[in-house]
């Protein structure tokens, strides 16, 4: 669809909010190379994805989601270039020592999954003072995915049922859907019933796995430094469009 001549308001317009997926998760991609498209260095990209983070963000609070995860940085994203990586973190810091302020003034909570024992330390301590700084917002929750892996985040949720079983807290045969849901990085949270990704590209990419499983997927060509809450909002319009069965036929849901 050409968005060109449509405002936001008049896409906010078709959006039923009575069918809003209280969880939305991104898969943000084509950083790179929409630099390479424009002879610019990879991270040029990485830069003005920032851009399309405000405006996603702050799109998906004034349309009422409750949650927001953005896929930022997986466990194979160390395997970039040094120089890559290390602009990454830097501009991490640079962005929440920015766009806190942003947050508190929209009432949106920050919060993160994945291993972040892992990050530099001054990545992490900028990313724990702004979980810290937005802890008491309520309008929207937002999540950012960083040294994150679905496989590890199974593997932790694992280990951990192990351990309470071995003590004795239950046995095997109790283990059921909800504890393992719970013992995953994203406890407390509702799964994401709709997955967007960017740039053009049709798979999952080790992200929320066990979450994603009855999840509605959006995968659209624009690349991630050039989505708006335009692009964001046509998403929406589409998933309201698709009848969500969850095994069920189409009689049984009337």
Known sequence: ??????????????????KLPRHIA??????????????????FGHTNGVTS?????????????EYLTLYAFSTENWNRP?????????????????EVATLNKNNIRLQA???????????????LKGIDDTKNNTRMTLVLALNY????????ATRLIADQVKRGEFNSNDITDEIFSNSLSTAGMPDPELLIRTSGETRLSNFL????????????????????KKHFLQSIID????????????????
Do not use: C, H
Not at 55 to 60: D, L, R
């Open 26 to 43: 991104i898969i943000m991609d084509g950083n790179g190379r929409w630099a390479k498209q424009k002879g610019k260095p990879r991270v």
């Open 239 to 254: 998933y309201q469009q698709r009848e969500r069965r969850f095994g069920k036929i189409s009689e049984q849901l009337k």
């Open 82 to 98: 040094a120089m890559e990586v290390e602009a990454l973190m830097v501009l991490l810091v640079q962005t929440l020592g920015k």
């Open 1 to 18: 669809m050409d968005l060109s001549n449509v405002s936001v308001e008049e896409l906010k317009a078709q959006i039923d909010e009575q």
């Open 53 to 65: 983070v405000r405006e996603v963000t702050e799109g998906a609070a004034e349309i009422g989601i």
């Open 209 to 228: 796995l066990w979450q994603l499983a009855y999840a509605e997927f959006y995968f659209t060509p624009v690349f991630w430094p050039d989505y708006r």
């Open 113 to 127: 999954i994945g291993d972040l024992s892992r990050l530099p330390t001054r990545t992490r301590k900028a990313l």
């Open 149 to 156: 892996s679905a496989k590890w985040e199974i593997l932790e």
